[in-house]
């Protein structure tokens, strides 16, 4: 498929089959989310991937009463890092001068560009690191439809109790979206063959 056909047969299923979507097909998704783009570099989120059935039925249970939780391939759960703290700044910037061979004047430079942002009180750093994770979503839901791999955005979540399934200290980070993959179920998903609805270009382009 190209660009615009990937696009176009896509959508959020809302009901799935259960098929497995192979390893391979795994890792070109997730190496799509580590390739995404971020603001510095900082890719400020990790994402848990689990296709363990008994957790899904938890999240389901507790979390996120949406079937297609339970009737996916994998389901992946983006959580974002509340604040990017000096270790992790410098973790990065020391990988940017290792892979980059780049002088300490360079580094340092870039270093005061990061703090100019993240120690301003002034931004909210939950929301730019929130910013950031939905460029990643975005490429792992588009890799999937280049793969023919149903992929479906999940916001609608009880955010408190998956974080609290999944133990996580949310002093340091939360769960902010998730992605289900597998396959579409055409039969039972009303939605499958509806068409697209989407803004006419006039209303969503401005050219200047
Ligand atoms: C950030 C985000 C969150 C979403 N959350 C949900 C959700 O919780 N449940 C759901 O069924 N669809 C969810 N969707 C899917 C949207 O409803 C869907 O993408 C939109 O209606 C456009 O339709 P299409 O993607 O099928 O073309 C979400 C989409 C995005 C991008």
């Given at each position: 498929m190209n660009i615009i056909e990937a696009l176009k047969w896509r959508y959020a299923a809302k009901r799935m089959t259960g098929e497995k979507i192979?390893?391979?097909?795994?890792?070109?998704?997730?190496?799509?989310?580590?390739?995404?783009?971020?603001?510095?570099?900082?890719?400020?989120?990790?994402?848990?991937?689990?296709?363990?059935?008994?957790?899904?039925?938890e999240i389901y249970g507790k979390a996120c009463p949406q079937i297609v939780v339970l009737q996916c391939s994998h389901l992946l759960i983006f959580k974002?890092?509340?604040?990017?703290?000096?270790?992790?700044m410098e973790g990065f910037l020391r990988e940017l001068k290792r892979s980059r061979n780049t002088t300490d004047e360079y580094i340092e430079s870039y270093r005061s560009k990061i703090h100019h942002v993240l120690l301003n009180p002034t931004v909210n750093t939950f929301n730019w690191a929130v910013h950031q994770t939905y460029i990643a979503l975005g490429y792992a839901t588009f890799a999937a439809a280049q793969l023919g791999i149903d992929a479906t955005p999940i916001e609608g979540f009880n955010a408190g109790a998956l974080n609290r399934l999944l133990s996580l200290n949310?002093?340091?980070?939360?769960?902010?979206?998730?992605?289900?993959?597998?396959?579409?179920?055409?039969?039972?998903?009303?939605?499958?063959?509806?068409?697209?609805?989407?803004k006419p270009l006039n209303l969503l382009i401005e050219r200047i």
């Open positions: 192979t390893d391979e097909q795994m890792e070109t998704i997730i190496e799509a989310i580590r390739l995404a783009p971020s603001a510095y570099g900082l890719q400020p989120y990790t994402v848990i991937v689990t296709e363990n059935k008994e957790l899904l039925k974002v890092k509340k604040r990017l703290d000096e270790d992790y949310v002093a340091e980070e939360e769960a902010v979206v998730m992605l289900t993959l597998g396959y579409r179920n055409e039969k039972e998903d009303r939605l499958a063959l509806q068409p697209k609805v989407r």
